[in-house]
């Protein structure tokens, strides 16, 4: 149902600060903007943003997927995560405590979703991204000082609260200052970050795997590195501008480009006002629920793989080192695969979710792979199975730039970003728990069967979605509107529902 609001030629009495940063900069009159100056000011703004993200998204990454490769260089024995059961004949292995210290990570994002997000929204950019990820950074390399799996427990429940406001924050950064056309190559740049880091950082372990000697383990070095480089991009967090209206590295010209030219797709740029009715609304639309379960079902492999990936491949007969170089394979899909989904949209409109839906079918096809054919030693169809599920990465990359671009209203892009990553981490609490070391001489059976379910549920999901964007565009498209006032709607912060001039991109 589409929510039309009162269109009138006078000024509406609210405060500004009820609207859009954009009107202390524009009218509500378009303005012709120089091609030329607009591809700068673009330019600028990717080369601001675009590499920073990306290595601080391969960081969140990073920080979790390194636990895999930590449990292989004795934070398991360490620690006390695995319990063996000598009593058995042969001895039996209980790793359900390396499990929950992968998910607990999870269950402190969890907690810390909704009101770090809305935290983002109400203040200033880098009062809140700084600090945070400042403190991120040392919590992270604390962790080559806990002693047990119980501080282990708290230690990253912990850093799941801190995090949790990363993905949110790009997603928000991602949709303020590009167009809706736009967006899925940025958010797929950010978030590509995954593939570059399983390389980079399965490098690093490896390198780090060649340690033998020294006062600490091997697994404790990992984790004072990833702590030393999370606060780098603390410090660059701690220069952010609050959106386009203040980007202190564009003239004061290009500012009133790049907020400009967002006015044609109607999302708006940055509005500080939490409003309740746009909270109400996002929570009665379909859509959120749609993409949270797309989120949940593609998500659940993740929490498997970044955790117990290493170990996985180790049953194939390879060592230690080896089974973390064979995590490559994953990053170079992740790599080559997240970027190239998110350019195709900006060549052929209306190509996400179709797109979405393909990249299931690899993952699928890797589960089935790795869960049907013979181990043994040295196999080679399980590793290509296993170098298939990667196609998680684009399948997961695009349901975020669906579902961040569908929306409009600052507070409502709020509650969809902070959704998504909710999703996120249920999808990340399952998949740990999929994996039963008992069931390890019948290739996880829970686990494989646990991954098609789920991918065939996001690819039904997704099949819903484009046929209720469809629908929903051809009635706008319908109705004849007064298109005098597409301009000054642009910058009221109206929702998607409110504003009859937005359209979805499928």
């Not at 509406?12 to 954009?22: G, L, R, T």
């Not at 507070?411 to 728990?433: E, L, R, S, W």
């Not at 979605?465 to 629908?471: G, S």
Request: glycine share 8%; charged share 15%; net charge neutral.
């Amino acid at each position: 149902m589409i929510q039309f609001p009162h269109l009138s030629n006078g000024e509406n009495s609210q405060h500004v600060f009820d609207k859009d940063a954009a009107r202390t900069v524009v009218s509500d009159m378009a303005q012709e903007i120089d091609p030329v100056v607009e591809k700068r000011v673009v330019r600028k703004i990717d080369w601001y943003f675009m590499p920073a993200m990306l290595i601080g998204y391969g960081m969140v990454y990073y920080d979790k997927a390194i636990l895999g490769s930590a449990a292989l260089f004795g934070m398991t024995t360490d620690l006390s995560l695995k319990i063996v059961d000598k009593s058995t004949s042969p001895p039996t292995v209980d790793t359900s405590r390396l499990s929950w210290a992968t998910s607990i990570f999870y269950f402190g994002m969890l907690a810390g979703l909704y009101p770090m997000t809305f935290i983002l929204q109400r203040f200033n950019m880098r009062s809140v991204l700084g600090p945070v990820v400042l403190v991120w950074a040392i919590v992270c390399a604390a962790t080559a000082g806990v002693t047990s799996w119980k501080g282990l427990f708290v230690q990253r429940f912990f850093l799941g609260f801190i995090e949790s406001v990363i993905p949110t924050g790009f997603v928000s950064i991602v949709s303020g200052y590009y167009t809706q056309e736009e967006q899925a190559l940025r958010q797929a740049w950010w978030f590509s970050g995954t593939g570059w880091f399983t390389i980079i950082g399965g490098a690093l372990n490896y390198a780090f795997g060649q340690i033998t000697s020294g006062s600490l383990a091997r697994w404790q070095y990992i984790y004072i590195l990833a702590g030393a480089l999370t606060f780098l991009f603390g410090l660059w967090c701690c220069t952010l501008p609050n959106s386009p209206v203040s980007a202190w590295f564009l003239s004061p010209e290009e500012r009133i480009v790049a907020v400009e030219r967002l006015r044609k797709g109607q999302t708006g740029v940055r509005c500080q006002k939490i409003k309740g009715d746009q909270i109400k609304e996002c929570l009665t639309d379909m859509k959120l629920y749609l993409v949270a379960l797309m989120m949940a079902s593609a998500y659940t492999i993740n929490g498997a793989i970044s955790g117990f990936g290493p170990l996985i491949v180790s049953t194939f007969g390879y060592n230690t080192l080896d089974s973390i170089l064979f995590q490559f394979p994953v990053g170079a899909i992740c790599v080559i695969f997240i970027p190239l989904c998110g350019f195709i949209p900006t060549v052929v409109p209306n190509s996400r979710i179709p797109m979405l839906i393909a990249c299931c079918l690899p993952v699928i096809t890797g589960c089935v792979m790795t869960w049907k054919s013979q181990w043994g030693y040295h196999p080679v169809v399980p590793v290509v199975g296993y170098a298939l599920t990667g196609f998680f990465g684009p399948v997961v990359s695009l349901i975020i730039t669906v579902g961040a671009s569908n929306v409009a209203g600052a507070t409502k892009k709020t509650v969809m970003a902070a959704t998504i990553f909710v999703a996120y981490t249920v999808g990340n609490i399952i998949g740990p728990q999929l994996v039963k070391s008992e069931t390890k001489d019948r290739h996880y059976p829970e686990l494989w069967t646990g991954m098609v379910i789920c991918y065939c549920i996001v690819i039904v999901t997704a099949a819903v979605l484009y046929a209720i964007l469809l629908r929903e565009n051809r009635a706008r498209e319908s109705i004849e509107l007064d298109e005098t006032q597409r301009d000054k709607l642009a910058f009221d912060d109206l929702t998607d529902k409110q504003n009859p001039f937005f359209r979805y991109v499928l």
